[in-house]
């Protein structure tokens, strides 16, 4: 080969080393640059459009309307009542010989109001005032006017008694409600972490669609630039089959990211509550993973001090404890109900009597010709035989007991393991992306020093696109162990309970920074 040629070669092959390592047209990265959304955006939009977030606002407000409907069985209750009865009864013959009448007929109005409550501790006590008025038509007389005035009270000395067993179903909604409350901060929490887990692979597949959009790019060139060669006849046409073979294996690759990348996009979108048009039009991400600080490792020691924290502040857990605590009460209230009833009952108040037909008479009678304070006291039992209902009650109260125990012992078991598996996940997780990394560094040195070869005619250029390929790997294996990494901080967080300070009232404005969602949660030693 001459002088001449040689230099046209290098020349040439220097232009295909271009190819495969200058970075994608600019035209192309700043089709891409446009305003992105960052993961604190898609937080806050989760907590005012998450669904599970409303479903679980919505089951609060059923504990509320539970509780208010339990607490009115201890309402102070009035009652009205107003009857009239016109009563025509037949004479015995001697009566009608003495007093000249085939029947007596009798009219009679009666008025009674009472105001009246139960007790949390299960007594009863009312007040009342009843006014009857008669007249006997066919005899003549004056209309009787007869009024009572009364108090009363009812004490349950066995069955009933007690705040245990009165109060038992008002006590026990107020516990669920809490539970209620502490499961929509679970809610939350869990909704915040799918979120940003959604938002990192969102972050992932766009990176990886970057880098192999950068790797097609360059693919093309090679054979554009090839086919320069081969018309030059400075290279074999056979160069040219590989190289195709090699961009169409790039542009399956492409294709394949690009899926992904949607397939990222809507499953944020769903996280966040959008509709569906708005999915489609979802900002690209705009933070990185270079966010992340690798160098603030818990150790797997520190795996004691977070299961204690997680154990405080772990709002399913806490939720499962007052539901267990409900159960409690509820079986406190099912063995009070197997005892026999034994009531003790006393009214006192007096009677007044006044006679007319007027509308003053009947009023007055409440305080005309009082005869005396009236005083009545008592005592009932009612003992079922065999007590199936109550036993029933109790058997079923107790099983639902033990049931939430088992919940909550499992939760506690599961939320052990987990933080433990995650503390182990995410120092894995840093390691391997420090050696993702050191893989890319070697690989970008390599290609250089193949490069270099290339243009001393020591190397092929199969062998350059080959060690290209590696280094696209590399850096798509980078973006996953970031990916793996920004995972397994949302993990340990929500395991910890360490995400987010839930507003149970406002859930949309809880408090939440990108420390909580970047940054490993911090041991006190």
Known sequence: MNPYTRAKAALLLAALCLCLFAPARPGVAAAEESPGIGLLDAVHQTLSGNESIKLQQEQVEIGK?????????????????????????????????????????????TSQDSLGRAFRNGASAGIGVAVTQTESISIGPEPTNRARVYFQLK?????????????????????????????LAHVVAGSIRDTALAYWRYLAASENLRILKESEERAHRLVRETRVLIEADERPASDLIQLEANLAEKLASRINAQQGLVDAKYALGLVMGLPPEDMEALAPPENSFSTFDVSLLPSLADSAPLLARALESRSD??????????????????????????????????????????????????????????????????????????RGELFQQEAQRRQQ????????????????????ALISSAAQLAK?????????????????????????????????????????NVVGRNLQFAESVARL????????????????KSSIGMEELTRVPVVEH
């Open 65 to 109: 309307g539970l509780l208010q409907a339990a607490t009115g069985r201890f309402d102070l209750t009035f009652q009205a009542s107003l009857t009239h009865d016109r009563d025509n009864s037949p004479l015995a013959e001697a009566n009608r010989a003495a007093s000249g009448l085939n029947d007596i007929t009798t009219k009679t109005t």
């Open 155 to 183: 004490q349950p000395l066995l069955k009933g008694r007690g705040i245990d067993a009165a109060g038992a179903g008002e006590k026990a909604y107020r516990l669920s409600l809490e539970a209620d409350r502490l499961d």
């Open 317 to 390: 857990l806490l939720a499962s404890m007052k539901h267990e605590e409900a159960a409690r009460v509820l079986v406190l209230s099912a063995r009070n109900g197997l005892l026999p009833g034994l009531d003790l009952t006393f009214e006192t108040g007096y009677s007044g009597l006044d006679e007319g037909n007027d509308p003053e008479p009947f009023l007055s009678s409440l305080g005309s010709n009082p005869a005396g304070l009236n005083v009545t006291a008592g005592i009932s039992l009612t003992l079922p035989v065999q007590n199936n209902t109550a």
């Open 405 to 424: 125990a088992i919940r909550t012992r499992d939760l506690t078991r599961q939320i052990s393991s987990g933080i433990a598996v995650e503390v182990s």
């Open 436 to 476: 993702a990394r050191e893989s890319a560094d070697y690989y970008r040195r390599t290609i250089a020093n193949e490069e270099q070869k290339l243009r001393l005619g020591m190397s092929t250029l199969i062998d350059v696109v080959t060690f290209e390929d590696r280094l696209t790997g590399a850096l798509v």
């Open 493 to 508: 967080r929500f395991a910890t309970g360490t995400l987010v300070s839930v507003d149970l009232e406002a859930p949309e």
